[in-house]
């Protein structure tokens, strides 16, 4: 049985954090879905971490369906949430729709996630109608990053963080389950946690939010191209993997990989008739 959105709904009220991870793949989710994480995302960072982009812009539907489909395939218990990529939810009420039903329908999600506030709230609402329960994101919202100027902290001014407020309150009254601050001062995201019913998920928001949410590659330390601020490692995968791969390649080229114990053998009187 799935996590499902009441049981995270309910974590708030009794004070129980929520760990949230991204995952891209089967074999990790796996792994992610044994620990015993109740949320996995299948991130549009997928773009970043995965596929070398960027940014999150360049990020298609076809290429989250694809990767949500391997997490979904590695896990019995987590919900598995969705990332909706730029551009599938701005157009149109119905294309939003669509496209978050593609997640669910084709990707076997539980669940879908998309960035903004006040000017998403038409669309989250027709989807939670149609049955689709939906993560909202505001804050340091990447797809928005050359409106936002770059990857910055955001809601520092008074207008700004009166602006994240009222974001937050619109996306709980269209009826979004759970809200990702991403990038916030923490004492702002402690207030905006304090005025909402539903939890708020933090990535570099502190500790006052009602649970936290990493990206793998960073806290896994296998993303090298930079650690962002927020993140923690709490292994440095990169290292134990250049060792591994350097330690395979040096065993191929002086001829002590493969040995007997990977290698399979045959019939002697059949290799003897070929030989003859
Ligand atoms: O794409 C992603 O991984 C995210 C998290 C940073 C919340 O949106």
Excluded at 21 to 50: H, N, R
Excluded at 140 to 161: I, M, N, R, Y
Excluded at 179 to 190: G, H, K, R, Y
Excluded at 249 to 272: C, R, W, Y
Aim: glycine share 10%.
């Amino acid at each position: 049985m799935r996590v499902t959105i009441n049981q995270i709904k309910e974590m708030k009220p009794k004070g129980e954090k929520i760990t949230m991870l991204t995952a891209y793949d089967y074999s990790t989710a796996k792994i992610v879905d044994e620990v015993g994480i109740p949320l996995i995302l299948v991130g549009d960072s997928l773009g970043m971490v995965v596929l070398g982009y960027e940014s999150t812009i360049p990020v298609t539907m076809a290429e989250m369906l694809h990767h949500t489909k391997a997490v979904v395939r590695g896990t019995e218990h987590s919900m598995v949430i969705g990332d909706m990529p730029f551009m599938t939810y701005h157009i149109s009420v119905a294309d939003a729709l669509h496209n978050a039903a593609r997640f669910i329908q084709e990707g076997g999600a539980q669940a879908v996630k998309l960035e903004g506030g006040v000017t998403v709230t038409e669309k989250v609402k027709r989807i939670v109608e149609c049955g689709i329960p939906v993560m909202g994101h505001i804050g340091l919202t990447p797809q928005s990053v050359h409106q936002l100027s770059g990857f910055k902290v955001q809601g520092k001014t008074l207008e700004a963080a009166t602006r994240l407020l009222k974001d937050a309150q619109a996306l709980e009254e269209a009826g979004a389950f759970a809200i990702v601050l991403e990038t916030v001062p923490a004492p702002l995201a402690t207030l905006i946690t304090q005025g909402l019913s539903i939890p708020t998920i933090g990535i570099g928001a502190g500790i006052g939010c009602d649970g936290q949410v990493q990206i793998i590659n960073d806290i896994l330390g296998s993303f090298t191209d930079f650690v962002p601020k927020h993140a923690k490692q709490y292994a440095k995968l990169s290292d134990i993997m250049s060792s591994a791969i350097a330690e395979y390649h040096n065993a191929v080229k002086d001829g002590s990989f493969p040995t007997d114990k990977q290698s399979f053998s045959m019939d002697e009187s059949i290799l003897a008739e070929l030989k003859g």
